[in-house]
Every structure is written in C-alpha cells, then in structure tokens.
C-alpha cells in the first residue's frame, strides 16, 4: 500500500511541476505578445500624427494656464482695444491661434491709463498687457519683472488743448496749470514741448481725461492733453488746438506690450506664439479694411472716417519691432532719465525679449 502511494504521489508531483513550468511559459508568452501589441500601436499612431514631438508639445501646453489675462487701456462696451490684437480678440482669430497650447480664455481687462495697469501686471492679476510706452518704461525701470515683447505702433499722436478764451499759444503757458495723466504717453510728451519752446514755470496736475475734460469745461485748468478722437471732438468743440506730436516727431508715443516674467516661466514660447496670433489677425484684418474701421468706430464712439483718420492701419507695424520703433523708444526711454521720471537708466536690449 505504501509503495504504491509513494509511486501515485511521485507522478502527480512531476506532473504538478510540469503543470507549473507550463503556465509559468504560457504567462510570459502572453506578456511579450502584449509589449509587441504596444510597440505596434505607438507606431502606427506616430505615423498617423500624433509623434513624440507632439506629445512633448501636449505636456508643455497642460503647465500653460487655460486662463490668459490680457490687459488693455481704453474701456468700452465690447469691451476690446483696437489694432491687430483687437480685430484678432474680435474675429476669433488670436483664441482659435492659443487653443492648441491650452489657453480656453482669453479673459480682457480695460484700464483707465498705463500705471493702473502695470500695478496689476505688477501684482499678478494680469499676465501681459499693451500700453504705451512712457508708463511701460518707468515700471521697468522702477523693478517691474517684465520683458518687452512686441512694439506694434511707433506713432500715437498726443494732443494739447487749451481752454475756451484762454491760451492761444504753447508760449502762453508760462505760469498756467496743465492737467495731465502722469506716467503716460502725454505726460511725456507735454513736458518735452514745453522743455523744446523754453516754457518755464508752469503746473502740472494729474487727472484722467474725462476729469480733465471736466476740469477744462469748468476753466479750472488752462489746458489739458488728450489723444484720439476725444482730441478731436475738443477742437470741433471750440476748444484751442495749442499743439500735437505729429509736428514733433521725437515726441511721438509707441505702444509697447509686455509680459510678466512669472507667466514666462510658465509658457516660455508665449512671445514667439503671441506675435504669430496677432500677424495673422493682421493679415486679415488687412482684407477687410472697411469692416475694420466699422469695428474701431464702435469700441471709440465715433465715425467709420474718424477712426480712419486717427488710427489709420498704416501705422500698425506688421512685426514686432522695427528699427524706427526701437530707435524712438530709445529717446523716449533717455528723456525719462534725464527728467528722473524713470529711477534709472537701462538697455532697451536687456528688456526686449525677440
């Protein structure tokens, strides 16, 4: 009896070994023919588009914030600046350019003038914006963590309107008082006329340009600078055209857009992606030059030929910079030194970003 368990226990011991070694096999050939199905289907889906260079792009795009914080000056009711960036925020254009880096919104804030919204670039509500060039400049200079971007116009015209039976001259100004929005295009502007025809001894106080308006109304101030089509609505008004920087090409304004550098740490190809949505809003927008003006005349309040003759599309640069925008925003920059309106003194170079 003993033996013949011993030989019945024997065999099922060699066949539970074999039984064993068998689907230790069979395991292993199921695994391999499953790495070869993977390695099959990563092939097949690199060559029908989505390839390694492209998944990396989707991995960089997913630390891209889905929200873009887009600052602007002007406030109206569509609620958009103008130029390319505009036409291309209107149209669609620019939003359908971010959506394969993961930006679902484009989220716009309009700002009275260029130091509010550089406090809130400054702050982190915003992560770029478009300004003018005086107050863009002195928050750099002040220790704004920002780079300059893109520089889409070199020739905004500031205004210098005097009140109604008040002065008839710049020469006239000796001793008056001048509202001016600090920190902005005009403000430089202003005080480099008046520095150029040797005027002295005059006030200068800060308003917004409705205050001012306002103020120039009610002949509490002698005269005010404006710009735009407000500007020109004041002279139709009656109100004495003193002077504007189309007769002094050294004091004309540029724009300047400019982005935080927390946001570049985040999307580090945004210049190179931004400028690309706006050139292309560009070209567009040059195929519908009527529609255009129609969409201006909106946002400003005023006429289709109005806003031709204030923002004609010539003067929007079809790149992002130009030597004669760079070259004026160089004298703009030095004036401001000079004046101790900018805490010091630096290289454009080192605050552009190409």
Known sequence: MSRLYREITGIWSKRGRLTLITGVVMIMLVLQACGNNTGSSSSAAGSGGTNTAEAAGDKAASNVPAVLNYGFIGSNKLNLPGGAEGWGLYKGIIQEELKPYGITEVKLTGFPNGPDQTESLISGRLDF????????????????????????????????????DGPKTVQDLKGKTIAIQKGSFMHRYVVGLLKQEGVTDYKLVHMLIPDASAALARGDVDATTNNGVAALKQIEQGYTHLDDASQHPDLLGSSATVVSEEYLAKFPDFPKVWNAAREKALADLKQHEDEYYAFLAEIGDTTPE?????????DIKDTA???????????????????KLAKKDFNISDWQLK
């Open 129 to 164: 914006g478009s300004l003018g060039d005086t107050p863009a400049i002195i928050a750099y200079a002040s220790g704004a963590k920002t780079r300059l971007i893109a520089q889409t116009s070199a020739h905004t015209v500031g205004y210098l309107i005097g009140k109604k």
């Open 321 to 339: 910079f130009t030597d004669d925008g760079i070259k004026l925003l160089e004298g703009t920059k030095n004036f401001l030194v000079d004046e």
């Open 306 to 314: 109005l806003a031709k003759q204030v923002n004609p599309i010539s």
